[in-house]
């Protein structure tokens, strides 16, 4: 069945560091990958999208990349801050190529510590 | 534009209840969906929309939930009767055609006594 996994346990990571969460899915071939924020109390935001004819997308201090090969993605924040703290959701493109539905994991929580 | 909003932000009702959640989604965008919240299963799609036609409702849970789009700046999404399971955040999110990114609501945390 398809599945998304991403690292259930929160990351914990120094100011300054660079934070890198993972998203493996099985039984997919998506179109393309998003990642979202979640603050608490708050719906996702968009940050990125990246398509499956893509290795990197870069903006500002966030870099995603997607690995088809190994159905992967990897989500780098370089130089953290405290406010990057939050939820980060990954989500692929479901059904069929003209419509805009989302699967979603089940996120990764990110506290960055001053 | 004041984003997607969502109507009410809290809802407690007792078991049994009809349970009403609206949507108004963004000016302009002609694909909604609404979504439910839990720490137990994530961040899943209920039914989505686009120009007012209902196109996947696989994830609604059972007949008990409906939804509506009878117009393109409003939806409804309704439990009836509701139970202490459906307590969850349910998210109403708009897509302008032609484009990837979802815009997400604020969420109605509905809890069900």
């Known amino acids: 069945s398809q599945k998304i996994e991403q690292n259930s346990e929160a990351l914990n990571i120094q100011e300054g560091k660079t934070a890198t969460l993972t998203c493996n899915y099985t039984?997919?071939?998506?179109?393309?990958l998003q990642w979202y924020r979640q603050d608490p109390g708050r719906g996702p935001v968009f940050l990125l999208l990246?398509?499956?004819?893509?290795k990197e997308k870069r903006k500002e201090r966030l870099k995603v990349t997607f690995d088809t090969t190994l159905k992967q993605s990897l989500f780098h924040i370089t130089a953290s801050q405290p406010a990057d703290s939050a939820t980060y959701l990954c989500?692929?493109?479901?059904?069929?190529?003209?419509?805009?539905?989302?699967?979603f994991g089940q996120g990764t929580t990110l506290q960055v510590k001053p | 534009d004041a984003g997607v909003i969502q109507s009410p932000r809290h809802e407690v009702t007792e078991m049994g209840q009809e349970v009403t959640l609206r949507c108004k989604p963004i000016?302009?965008?002609?694909?909604l969906f609404w979504y439910r919240q839990t720490m137990m299963r994530g961040l899943e799609l209920l039914i989505y929309?686009?120009?007012?036609?209902?196109?996947?409702d696989s994830g609604m849970p059972e007949d008990r939930f409906s939804a509506k789009m009878p117009n393109a700046s409003f939806s409804t999404l309704k439990i009836q009767p509701s139970e202490p399971r459906d307590s969850a955040v349910y998210f109403c999110?708009?897509?302008?055609?032609?484009?990837?990114?979802?815009?997400f609501g604020p969420g109605t945390r509905l809890t069900v006594l």
């Open positions: 929309f686009n120009n007012n036609v209902p196109i996947d």
């Open positions: 990246i398509r499956e004819n893509e």
């Open positions: 999110a708009s897509l302008s055609s032609g484009t990837s990114e979802q815009f």
């Open positions: 039984n997919y071939s998506p179109a393309y």
């Open positions: 000016s302009g965008h002609n694909s």
């Open positions: 989500a692929l493109k479901g059904g069929s190529s003209n419509t805009g539905k989302l699967i």
